[in-house]
């Protein structure tokens, strides 16, 4: 509104006193009023209506600008549309374009009609040029199964050439008498009637999650390692309990400071979940609290980052107090610096008498409530520590020997544990289906004698590629029995694409902690469902590893007797 005249903005005002019949779209006298007015300012200026038919927006400048934003606009689902039209001038004589199109799906508005001003028409009381409304145009979404049709809830007759994009429709240039004689009610209802039909089709599980994955590829990924990873995030999408409906992709030069994504893309994401009815974003890398905020703001959806995904999941799977209490503390630590900006639930005193002064805002005591809550389960996390130590203390003076399985998430451990010891540890076909270690008796051959003996194996949480800070710190009581152990037993999904990655990611993770681990013995799982070049490739690479099917008890004897030269090889060692 910089450089207008108080007249002018007063005008601008009075469009808030207008009020037109419910079931028109708009009126020759509101159209003719705002084209006059933006005539005067030489801009194009939109008037937001309910379908009560009050204006409840006005705003100077193009759909594009004055669009409003999705935070401020009513909830409503795929089936609906949010039940706010916009009535827009525009000082050239065209079609709309796609940036108003665009606003107009972002926003999901019952209606957009575009009137458009050429000339100069007739002289307004008390002077000044009014302009001529030469013609108008009314654009509304389309639901996807009716898309083809070449005849709109409106009733005009389109031509396949006048289909802008495969989600709106505009009519023909219309008069205003024209455009004042569409009965609006039927045209909303009509397009809301086949939204719900197009929604009940594709609609899923109601208890589930909506989820829009967004993926930036940047210039040090490999096209083959974003496609994994994407491929992964979609699978603990899935594990966490969300339907993945798209994945939506960019490749950058660097991530953008602000978005992650271009601006341009983020009104991709934002227009895709509008029209698929995503209720969930997730990203494939980990996002600042800023970004999240950013976001949001922009898109209007609920934005979540790759390791709030897996912290969900280990809040699923925790079945034992420890797993429960490390779990809590990772989620702690996780929201601590995300606190900020959430709303006027955490925002200050209002200024006014009586409010100023000292004081503390919820943000500042719900900081200091988790900080403290924080303190109390490092205290029983560093307990619990101290308890797996004492008993591994007491394995040790039994000199019992004690073997860890490791390796990536849905390697299959927990099959292999239930084969070996006939245990009765909960498997799936999920990524983290065990987050809490379980340890079994196992007989095998002693590698020298020949008689039998008892060692431990210790089923324990599955790696991840780039396994998040938090959960490092939270699952240290557990990953010591990793260290801890005499050696390692390291279970490779060989029917993954990605198994050397796989391989890759495990070590990195055992390279990162404190103690180095003991030696480990590379064991490739599910050999019964790879082909055989897979399987020479795996054999050339890993000439001393041993080639199982833990479900299909194949090579089971085989690794009994590795396991026992392994043993034997790290009692050698100390």
């Given at each position: 509104m910089q450089g207008l005249k108080s007249s002018q903005l007063k005008q601008l005002q009075r469009l808030y006193h207008q009020r037109i019949p419910g079931d028109r779209i708009t009126t020759p006298e509101l159209s003719q009023r705002l084209a006059a007015i933006s005539t005067e300012i030489n801009q194009p200026v939109c008037a937001y209506l309910n379908r009560r038919g009050q204006v409840i927006r006005v705003g100077v400048g193009t759909p594009r600008q004055t669009q409003i934003p999705p935070l401020e606009l009513p909830r409503y689902g795929a089936e609906r549309l949010s039940g706010i039209r916009c009535i827009a001038t525009h000082l050239k004589s065209e079609p709309p374009n796609e940036a108003a199109l665009t606003a107009m799906a972002l926003q999901r508005l019952d209606a957009l009609v575009v009137i458009n001003i050429t000339g100069t028409g007739f002289t307004r009381r008390g002077g000044g040029a009014a302009g001529y409304v030469k013609e108008a145009y009314l654009a509304h979404l389309t639901p996807q199964e009716t898309r083809a049709l070449m005849t709109s809830p409106a009733g005009f007759k389109i031509e396949e050439s006048q289909v802008q994009s495969p989600s709106w429709t505009i009519s023909p240039?219309?008069?205003?008498?024209?455009?004042?004689?569409?009965?609006?009610?039927?045209?909303?209802?009509?397009?809301?009637?086949?939204?719900?039909?197009?929604?009940?089709?594709?609609?899923?599980?109601?208890?589930?999650?909506?989820?829009?994955?967004?993926?930036?590829?940047?210039?040090?990924?490999?096209?083959?390692?974003?496609?994994?990873?994407?491929?992964?995030?979609?699978?603990?999408?899935?594990?966490?309990?969300?339907?993945?409906?798209?994945?939506?992709?960019?490749?950058?030069?660097?991530?953008?400071?602000?978005?992650?994504?271009?601006?341009?893309?983020?009104?991709?994401?934002?227009?895709?979940?509008?029209?698929?009815?995503?209720?969930?974003?997730?990203?494939?890398?980990?996002?600042?609290?800023?970004?999240?905020?950013?976001?949001?703001?922009?898109?209007?959806?609920?934005?979540?980052?790759?390791?709030?995904?897996?912290?969900?999941?280990?809040?699923?799977?925790?079945?034992?107090?420890?797993?429960?209490?490390?779990?809590?503390?990772?989620?702690?630590?996780?929201?601590?610096?995300?606190?900020?900006?959430?709303?006027?639930?955490?925002?200050?005193?209002?200024?006014?008498?009586?409010?100023?002064?000292?004081?503390?805002?919820?943000?500042?005591?719900e900081r200091r409530a988790i900080g403290r809550r924080i303190s109390r389960l490092q205290q029983e996390v560093n307990q619990l520590q101290a308890h797996r130590s004492r008993l591994r203390q007491r394995r040790q003076h039994r000199e019992v020997p004690s073997v860890a399985l490791v390796g990536y998430t849905n390697a299959g451990k927990s099959t292999l544990l239930n084969a070996l010891t006939n245990a009765e540890v909960y498997t799936a076909d999920q990524l983290f289906a065990t987050l809490d270690p379980t340890t079994r008796r196992l007989v095998i051959p002693h590698a020298e004698t020949g008689e039998t003996q008892e060692i431990l194996v210790t089923d324990t949480v599955g790696f991840i590629h780039e396994l998040p800070a938090s959960l490092m710190d939270a699952f240290r009581a557990t990953l010591e029995e990793v260290t801890e152990a005499d050696a390692l037993l390291h279970l490779v999904d060989l029917s993954h694409p990605a198994w050397l990655s796989h391989i890759r990611s495990v070590r990195e993770i055992l390279a990162a902690m404190p103690v180095t681990p003991g030696p480990a013995l590379v064991a490739f799982n599910k050999i019964d469902q790879v082909d055989s070049e897979t399987l020479a490739l795996a054999q050339e690479e890993f000439p001393l590893a041993v080639f199982i099917s833990a479900s299909q008890r194949l090579g089971l004897e085989t690794l009994r007797q590795r396991l026992a030269q392994l043993v034997q090889y790290a009692a050698d060692s100390r």
């Amino acid at each position: 509104m910089q450089g207008l005249k108080s007249s002018q903005l007063k005008q601008l005002q009075r469009l808030y006193h207008q009020r037109i019949p419910g079931d028109r779209i708009t009126t020759p006298e509101l159209s003719q009023r705002l084209a006059a007015i933006s005539t005067e300012i030489n801009q194009p200026v939109c008037a937001y209506l309910n379908r009560r038919g009050q204006v409840i927006r006005v705003g100077v400048g193009t759909p594009r600008q004055t669009q409003i934003p999705p935070l401020e606009l009513p909830r409503y689902g795929a089936e609906r549309l949010s039940g706010i039209r916009c009535i827009a001038t525009h000082l050239k004589s065209e079609p709309p374009n796609e940036a108003a199109l665009t606003a107009m799906a972002l926003q999901r508005l019952d209606a957009l009609v575009v009137i458009n001003i050429t000339g100069t028409g007739f002289t307004r009381r008390g002077g000044g040029a009014a302009g001529y409304v030469k013609e108008a145009y009314l654009a509304h979404l389309t639901p996807q199964e009716t898309r083809a049709l070449m005849t709109s809830p409106a009733g005009f007759k389109i031509e396949e050439s006048q289909v802008q994009s495969p989600s709106w429709t505009i009519s023909p240039p219309l008069s205003l008498d024209m455009l004042a004689q569409q009965d609006f009610i039927d045209l909303v209802e009509g397009l809301e009637e086949e939204f719900r039909r197009e929604f009940v089709a594709q609609e899923v599980d109601a208890d589930h999650d909506r989820v829009l994955i967004v993926g930036v590829m940047t210039d040090e990924m490999t096209l083959q390692r974003f496609q994994d990873t994407l491929a992964e995030l979609a699978r603990l999408v899935d594990t966490a309990g969300g339907d993945v409906l798209q994945t939506v992709q960019q490749k950058r030069s660097r991530i953008h400071p602000q978005t992650v994504v271009g601006e341009g893309k983020v009104q991709e994401v934002a227009l895709t979940a509008q029209t698929l009815g995503a209720n969930l974003i997730v990203f494939d890398r980990d996002l600042s609290p800023a970004q999240v905020r950013n976001l949001e703001a922009q898109i209007g959806v609920r934005v979540v980052d790759r390791t709030e995904v897996i912290l969900d999941i280990f809040a699923q799977r925790a079945q034992s107090r420890a797993g429960k209490l490390q779990v809590e503390l990772a989620q702690l630590e996780y929201m601590l610096p995300r606190l900020t900006g959430r709303g006027q639930a955490m925002s200050r005193l209002g200024g006014g008498i009586g409010t100023r002064g000292p004081g503390e805002t919820k943000l500042e005591t719900e900081r200091r409530a988790i900080g403290r809550r924080i303190s109390r389960l490092q205290q029983e996390v560093n307990q619990l520590q101290a308890h797996r130590s004492r008993l591994r203390q007491r394995r040790q003076h039994r000199e019992v020997p004690s073997v860890a399985l490791v390796g990536y998430t849905n390697a299959g451990k927990s099959t292999l544990l239930n084969a070996l010891t006939n245990a009765e540890v909960y498997t799936a076909d999920q990524l983290f289906a065990t987050l809490d270690p379980t340890t079994r008796r196992l007989v095998i051959p002693h590698a020298e004698t020949g008689e039998t003996q008892e060692i431990l194996v210790t089923d324990t949480v599955g790696f991840i590629h780039e396994l998040p800070a938090s959960l490092m710190d939270a699952f240290r009581a557990t990953l010591e029995e990793v260290t801890e152990a005499d050696a390692l037993l390291h279970l490779v999904d060989l029917s993954h694409p990605a198994w050397l990655s796989h391989i890759r990611s495990v070590r990195e993770i055992l390279a990162a902690m404190p103690v180095t681990p003991g030696p480990a013995l590379v064991a490739f799982n599910k050999i019964d469902q790879v082909d055989s070049e897979t399987l020479a490739l795996a054999q050339e690479e890993f000439p001393l590893a041993v080639f199982i099917s833990a479900s299909q008890r194949l090579g089971l004897e085989t690794l009994r007797q590795r396991l026992a030269q392994l043993v034997q090889y790290a009692a050698d060692s100390r």
